[in-house]
């Protein structure tokens, strides 16, 4: 049964009995931490999960197993700023990725004619014969298609606990992409992240790094970002969604303001299977190289003012002469 268009599925439900609205306005808890999308500093509560085992990584072979399964705390918050959703609890080294595979089914009817999309998505950024790395690229099976899609140039995958393959222009292997040598070594064209953002501890960090990392070296890549959607988990109160190896919960506001802090431009945005799935493309570029110039000017500069004056004041000591000090700190603005 639909909800009728003009009422929100939350008084719908109240209708049916099925949960109970309490308009009544409450006193709203700020949580002060900062957010892993944006960096702000104050979020609200949107799911106490409790003491959960995890959910796509723990096999357990017996009831026992099962049972003596590590419970691990799912303290959703959301940003007050830009709508990111993270477990403030979580603690990447919990999660035994190197110890069982990170199983996906990608053969879905829908899911397979979305990837084709995703695909051909891609397609649209890459120049003649591209040099394509995926950072976690899993079984493979999307880098793979790819590779034979675009029929030249050169692919290469990396993940600590993806499949391992060296055949024609693809290669996959086990271990992270290092930006200070592979960005100078592989010239990449495109940077693909599918599925992975939302596993990690600090997703703005991540991007931040690759994106400085290749303007250091001279490159400026495309980067396609693609993440699970949330918008319609919250609209929907979907709360199966959320599960201790997804970290984040990003929304299409929250992954578009994360894009735009990092070295940049966001040339799209957009989403698949109803915003069931988003992404992101942004070029790099070095925009606030000044930042840095500035910066190395500043610390140069005032080493060798430290360097000088020291020597200048030992010379007068040394030829026997009274050095007095006058001045005043970080005041000079007031006088
Ligand atoms: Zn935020």
């Known amino acids: 049964m639909q909800p009728p268009r003009e009422i929100s599925l939350a008084d719908f439900l109240s209708i049916l009995g099925l949960i109970r609205v309490n308009k009544a306005v409450k006193m ?4 002060n ?8 500093g104050h979020a609200v509560a949107i799911f106490d999960g409790e003491k959960m085992p995890l959910s796509t990584l723990a096999f357990p072979k017996t009831q026992e197993q099962a049972m003596k399964l590590p ?3 799912h303290d959703y918050v959301r940003c007050l700023e830009c709508g990111h959703i993270y477990n403030r609890s979580f603690n990447y080294d919990d999660v035994p990725y190197s110890d069982t595979p990170y199983n996906m089914y990608n053969k879905g009817r829908d899911w397979v004619e979305t990837l084709n999309q995703i695909s051909e ?16 690229h899993g079984d493979g099976s999307f880098l793979t298609g790819l590779s034979e899609a675009v029929g030249s140039g050169s692919f290469y995958g990396f993940d600590p606990h993806g499949a391992v393959v060296s055949k024609g222009n693809l290669v996959l292997s086990k271990g992270l992409f290092v930006s200070e040598t592979l960005f100078s070594e592989l010239k990449p064209d495109m940077l693909i992240i599918r599925h992975v953002a939302e596993h990690l501890e ?16 001279g490159q400026y890549p495309t980067i396609y970002l693609e993440v699970p959607g949330g918008d319609n988990v919250v609209k929907t109160f979907r709360h199966g969604d959320f599960y201790y190896e997804h970290c984040s919960l990003f929304t299409s506001r929250s992954l578009e303001i994360m894009l735009k802090n990092v070295w940049g431009d966001t040339v799209e945005l957009g989403s ?3 915003e069931e799935v988003i992404y992101g493309v942004v070029k790099v ?14 610390s140069q500069i005032v080493q060798d003012i430290k360097v000088n004056v020291k020597s200048f004041l030992l010379e007068r000591v040394r030829k026997g002469k009274t050095v007095v000090i006058w001045g005043e700190r970080g005041k000079r603005r007031h006088s």
Not at 285 to 298: G, I, P, S
């Open 202 to 217: 600090n997703p703005l960090h991540f991007v931040q790094n690759l994106c400085v990392g290749a303007a250091m070296a």
């Open 272 to 274: 698949y299977m109803n």
């Open 28 to 31: 709203v808890k700020i949580v």
């Open 121 to 136: 998505k891609v397609q649209t950024y890459l120049p003649e014969n591209p040099c394509v790395v995926e950072i976690g």
């Open 33 to 40: 931490s900062t957010c892993i999308a944006c960096g702000s």
């Open 71 to 73: 419970k691990l705390p």
């Open 285 to 298: 570029n070095d925009e606030k190289r000044h930042l840095m110039n500035e910066a190395q000017e500043f």
